[in-house]
């Protein structure tokens, strides 16, 4: 028995048990081909040959292309009864993406799915035809549309000026801002049933918005502001959710990449939103501001949003004076070292949150104007400007002469330096007329500053001289150990 299963094993396939194409009438072997690692730097394997598709049988070639965008009808000239699967393929037709990498190709497709993506978006504005009930084919449509993910940006934001005229333009744009005018539509449409239109718009969809403000297109992010704003507006389940969603965007942008193009358009939504915010404040509100705003005035881009950034933090203390001492340190912890723009724009937001401050809730007095102190005496002449700016404001005048005991003393000294002679005239000019202020408002305390103050010059001065006589004295010895 154990040799006829030997005899068996040794036998070879006859070639008839072969597989054979039906086609050809050529046998073939099956092969495993087994694909190293796609890190791995081994040579390819060896070229297989492949049958050329004219021996294949027709039922194994690949089917023919989509013969591409066909113009339709529109729905104003079609029955009645045909209109709702005319809108259907209206929305099957604008689903079809375009190529826009080259101008010169798909021409007609391009136009024709433009003037289609027109008229669905009058049909939405005018209300001319029941589209609720298919909303679900036109979130479709919109989402196949504007979802997408962005290139690589080259652009540096660092130093970008907001106003700057060469701005990245999408070549796509003809196509979609009509899909956001048809999204748009859709959300303030007063036929959209909140009830059903939640399951289309829900968080997913929130999240994939946010996630295109950070198009370089500036027109394309004015449209998304609109758009989340409007689904703030009208969806209000959705409103923690997108507080949260915004929150974490800020926090990514903080903390991780320092890139993102959309913060003042985000800031912008969030401005209107506190705005509307009841009182007394909730907790979380106030936690939003000083884990999330404050500290947005850390990153060196803080020119392309800081506009928008400072009304949010001034509404904040607007609405709670309260809130002011823990802003004020926030930007006394940010406040830069080395970037004197960027510290231009912290003086004015200072001046705003001041301006909204009562006496008796500004506490960090002392730190504050020693801070304002070293830019009254800062070499930049629009720093040194823009600080004493800050003495034309009444309201900031009635805050500082309360606490004047605490207050010249710590600018007492920048003012004396710049007395002694600052490049700038127009900054001696300001600095005399701060001097003359405080001398009219408390005599006594004036001349007991400049007593301290030229103490403290005379004590230098000494020191200065006891280091200049131990040096001479090193000096003779080092002179008398060379002699011998």
């Known amino acids: 028995m154990f040799n006829k299963i030997i005899k068996l094993a040794h036998k070879k396939t006859p070639k008839s048990e072969l597989p054979v194409n039906s086609a050809t009438g050529h ?115 919109v989402s196949v549309n504007i979802f997408r993910c962005f290139p690589p940006s080259p652009n540096v934001i660092e130093n970008m000026d907001p106003e700057e005229e060469d701005k990245y333009l999408d070549p796509s744009w003809p196509h979609l801002h009509l899909v956001y005018e048809i999204l748009l539509g859709y959300i303030i449409s007063p036929d959209t049933d909140l009830k059903n239109s939640k399951r289309f718009v829900d968080h997913v969809f929130v999240l994939r918005l946010l996630d295109l403000f950070d198009s370089e297109d500036q027109r394309e992010r004015d449209y998304l502001k609109n758009i989340l704003h409007r689904i703030y507006g009208k969806f209000m389940v959705h409103r923690p959710f997108i507080r949260k969603a915004i929150n974490n965007v800020f926090y990514r942008f903080i903390f991780e990449t320092q890139r993102y193009n959309g913060i003042a358009e985000l800031l912008e939504i969030l401005g209107s939103i506190i705005n509307g915010f009841a009182l007394p404040m909730k907790e979380e509100h106030k936690l939003f501001l000083i884990r999330t705003l404050v500290p947005l005035h850390k990153p060196k881009c803080i020119i ?86 800050l003495w034309n404001n009444e309201h900031i005048v009635s805050l500082v002469a309360p606490n004047r005991n605490a207050i010249l003393p710590v600018i ?42 030229l103490e403290k010059e005379a004590r230098a001065r000494e020191l200065e001289e006891k280091r200049e006589l131990k040096w001479k004295r090193l000096e003779a010895v080092a002179a008398e150990a060379m002699r011998v």
């Open 27 to 141: 046998q073939f072997y099956e092969v495993v081909v087994k694909h190293a690692s796609r890190s791995s730097s081994a040579a390819a394997p060896p070229a297989v040959a492949i049958p050329d598709s004219q021996n294949l049988p027709p039922a194994a070639l690949p089917p023919p292309n989509p013969t591409g965008i066909e113009a339709l009808p529109q729905l104003q000239d079609v029955d009645v009864s045909e209109r709702r699967a005319l809108f259907l393929q209206k929305l099957q037709l604008c689903c079809i993406p375009c190529d826009f990498s080259d101008t010169l190709k798909g021409v007609r497709e391009k136009e024709t799915k433009r003037q289609t993506l027109a008229e669905l978006a009058d049909v939405i504005q005018s209300r001319s035809f029941p589209f609720i009930e298919h909303q679900e084919d036109l979130v479709k449509m």
């Open 412 to 453: 007492f000294e920048a003012l004396e330096n710049n007395m002694k002679g600052h490049w700038s005239r127009a900054v001696y000019g300001l600095t005399a007329n701060v001097r003359k202020m405080f001398m009219e408002m408390d005599v006594e305390l004036f001349e007991e500053c400049q007593r301290q103050y």
């Open 304 to 389: 392309s949003y800081h506009q928008q950034l400072s009304y949010c933090v001034v509404q904040f203390v607007e609405k709670d004076n309260r809130l002011a001492e823990p802003v004020i340190k926030g930007l006394l912890r940010y406040w830069p070292v080395t970037n004197c723009q960027k510290e231009v724009l912290f003086l004015g937001e200072l001046e705003e949150v001041l301006e909204c401050t009562k006496p008796e809730s500004l506490r960090c007095t002392v730190s504050l104007f020693r801070q304002i102190g070293r830019c009254l005496n800062s070499p930049h002449f629009q720093v040194a400007e823009r600080a004493f700016y």
